[in-house]
């Protein structure tokens, strides 16, 4: 009974092999035009897919402007920013065209021929890999068929040529981190320039509320987009060169048309992982945001740490501290997570399920014969089978560098989008477009439509106010329209409560805040000099504390010596300092925590009198110094031809100037002459009325109490 089942069950079987030897026949036959008609749907797939590609992007773009400009009128920009999300539209492309502008200027920059050579050593790497595996194939093949001679000498080659090969893997490592540190050079370099001209350093903190912490951007996120952008570069070159060539030589061994449905069914795994890979680029734009938040708060720490000591307010700031640091790690713990599971999904699929596919792959040639092969011994088939297995493994490992360089393509993004923000803003600061949160009563639409506006600024050699709102950056409306001119000589006195637009005006003054409005007449930024109460000291030496701003160089090219250095500090009994220290002039220190706070003011003053600008804005700068020394310092300045605006509430410095500008707290002013004489009798005289009048309540219930006896 067996065998008569096994006799029925021949002829299917036969059947089955007659059919499949005919289609190898057929297919065999019509070969050449079968590949063609693959070959061209692959392209207009991929011209498919292109096209696919542009309009997503384009979708996106769109999805992009409507969410930011919904949550800049909901949400405000600040919010809006941090609900954006990072992916890679054409955004992102404008973004990083932009800086690749900067970071490879032209034709004939260090940094393109750093890039040049860079990929000509790719080239090398994938031709003595091609070269390898070839020699790979061929040890394996002397070994089978037991030729010792030919093993030896492909020993010997195979020592040779890692030479070039180690000598060529070195030189990628240091064209990458080079072009890493130009990157990083040329960034910082555009950045700083922009930064720190047209006080744009001060708008971003004082008059817009975008960029929260500048420093973090330009130390860091610079930094990791430098070497994220060097490093994507070697790792999608190379992988993609690799897998051109390789691809092509295994169509050579195996047909075009196994890896052809093979790098179908790789596509289709990499679909798949694409659509279940979290969006890691705007994961890391968060958690650059909260390291950069989490330093803000060190360094506000740091500069309020003498008020918060004397709050004692140290648990305070300790809840502040760890609640940013917290949710920071409790950020960067959901982004491992994520890598994990992401990590496990990626490493099954591209180690083994293409791992398999490439076995799969490489036994063709030796189950079935390809057209054109000659490979008919063991050693041949076993020196093909190695050869193909070695080119792809390299090939299979260059498509999982290309698929696990598109997370390191969204943490670019994250980084691109980052710098980005921080070159537009800048960019818009200095076009004069601000973006504050208001804090004023007054925000009203005529408030808002006030600050959009801009007043005329004009060079000259007096100062002059006409009809300019004082207005602050938080929307307070100080003063709606102060009218008032000095010309060189005319010493104003400014006074008036706190908060009511003394600062305000210096800081118009100085071009640090936007003119709103009405028409200003001021020298230019050289010819006015700012003293404040707490006087700036530099990083430096002693030298430096007198001639800020200006450098050792440039003092010297102004025919200034040492010598004349220490005349001013003799005229303020300063002179004493240089001897006081090693170096002398050269000696360095913390000058803040070294100098009191009489001698700091001292200090800035003899940097007032190095400089000799036409005007000089004195903010309170005598607070801490004797009045023999406030006159000396009233007088040489007024000696040197420097016409002062001065800040103070002491009577003693009402008779250095000329006019005075009262505030009254309300939003108005009074702009007249100064008579000292009359107006030191004037006050006392209103002194003694309010004592007086202090004492009527007295006299009135003396007075009631006499009566009722």
């Not at 003595?128 to 030729?147: C, E, F, H, P, Q």
């Not at 929260?212 to 070697?234: C, H, M, P, R, W």
């Not at 679909?271 to 994961?283: D, I």
């Not at 960067?332 to 791992?355: P, Q, S």
């Amino acid at each position: 009974m067996a065998s008569q089942s096994k006799i029925r069950l021949l002829p299917p079987n036969k059947t089955i092999k007659g059919i499949i030897s005919e289609l190898t026949t057929l297919y065999l036959k019509h070969r050449t035009n079968i590949s063609r008609t693959v070959y061209l749907t692959l392209f207009f797939a991929l011209l498919n897919r292109v096209r696919s590609a542009i309009s997503e992007q384009k979708a996106a773009a769109e999805r992009h402007a409507a969410s930011r400009k919904h949550g800049a009128t909901t949400l405000g920009h600040d919010e809006a920013t941090k609900r954006q999300k990072v992916e890679l539209n054409r955004e992102f492309f404008k973004s990083l065209f932009r800086l690749l502008k900067i970071c490879v200027p032209g034709w004939k920059s260090k940094e393109l021929r750093l890039l040049i050579s860079h990929s000509i050593f790719l080239v090398i790497r994938t031709l003595i890999s091609l070269k390898v595996a070839a020699m790979d194939g061929a040890l394996v093949s002397s070994l089978v068929r037991g030729k010792g001679r030919d093993f030896l000498i492909g020993i010997v080659w195979w020592m040779l040529i890692a030479i070039p090969a180690t000598f060529t893997n070195s030189m990628l490592s240091y064209h990458q981190c080079k072009l890493s540190l130009q990157y990083r050079t040329r960034l910082t370099n555009y950045i700083h320039e922009k930064y720190l001209s047209n006080m744009t350093f001060y708008s971003l903190s004082a008059l817009d509320d975008r960029i929260k912490n500048a420093d973090q951007l330009i130390t860091v996120d610079v930094s990791k987009f430098a070497n994220s952008l060097a490093e994507l570069y070697g790792n999608l070159a190379k992988p993609t060169l690799d897998m051109l060539i390789y691809n092509y030589s295994l169509s050579k061994s195996v047909g075009g048309e196994g890896l052809f449905f093979m790098s179908l069914l790789v596509q289709l795994s990499a679909g798949v992982m694409r659509a279940l890979t979290p969006p890691f680029g705007k994961y890391v734009a968060d958690e650059a945001r909260l390291e950069g938040e989490f330093r803000f708060e060190h360094s506000r720490l740091i500069d309020y740490s003498e008020e918060i000591a004397l709050y004692n307010g140290h648990e305070a700031e300790k809840d502040t501290l760890d609640k940013g640091y917290f949710t920071l790690i409790k950020h960067v713990n959901y982004i491992l997570r994520r890598r994990f599971t992401h990590g496990i999904m990626e490493d099954f699929i591209i180690k083994y399920v293409w791992g398999a596919l490439g076995l799969v792959l490489c036994s063709v040639p030796v189950f079935f014969k390809i057209p054109g092969a000659v490979a008919t011994t063991m050693g041949d088939r076993t020196e093909s089978f190695v050869t193909n297995r070695r080119m792809l493994l390299s090939s299979s490992d260059a498509f999982g560098r290309v698929m696990f360089s598109y997370k390191e393509i969204t943490e670019l993004a994250g980084y691109t989008s980052r710098v980005a923000t921080l070159l537009e803003v800048m960019d818009d600061i200095k076009a004069g477009r601000f973006e504050k949160t208001l804090v004023s009563d007054e925000q009203s639409a005529d408030l808002l439509e006030l600050m959009k506006g801009r007043g005329t600024v004009i060079e000259s050699e007096d100062i002059q106010f006409i009809n300019v709102p004082i207005i602050t950056p938080g929307g307070s409306v100080l003063v709606k329209a102060l009218s008032f001119s000095m010309k060189r000589g005319d010493h104003v006195l400014v006074v008036g409560p706190n908060g009511c637009g003394k600062s305000s005006l210096f800081r118009i003054l100085g071009g640090l805040w936007p003119v709103y409005g009405g028409t200003v007449r001021k020298p230019p930024l050289s010819q006015v000099f700012y003293v404040p109460q707490r006087p700036y000291l530099s990083a430096g030496s002693l030298r430096q504390q007198i001639i800020y701003p200006d450098s050792l160089r440039i003092m010297r090219s102004k025919g200034i010596t040492d010598a004349d250095l220490l005349e001013i500090l003799r005229i303020l009994d300063l002179d004493h300092l240089v001897a006081s220290f090693p170096d002398g002039w050269d000696a360095e220190a913390e000058w803040r925590d070294v100098l009191s706070g009489g001698l700091q003011q001292r200090v800035a003053m003899a940097r007032l009198f190095y400089n000799r600008p036409k005007y000089a804005i004195l903010d309170e700068c005598t607070s801490s110094v004797t009045l023999e020394t406030e006159k000396v310092m009233y007088d040489h300045a007024k000696s040197l031809g420097i016409t002062l605006m001065t800040v103070s509430h002491r009577r003693s410095l009402w008779k250095y100037h000329s006019k005075i500008l009262q505030f009254d707290g309300q939003g108005k002013y009074i702009f007249t002459k100064l008579d000292a004489d009359k107006r030191l009798k004037l006050e006392d005289e209103k002194e003694e009325l309010e004592v007086q009048l202090r004492q009527v309540p007295e006299i009135e219930r003396r007075i009631a109490e006499l009566t009722a006896e």
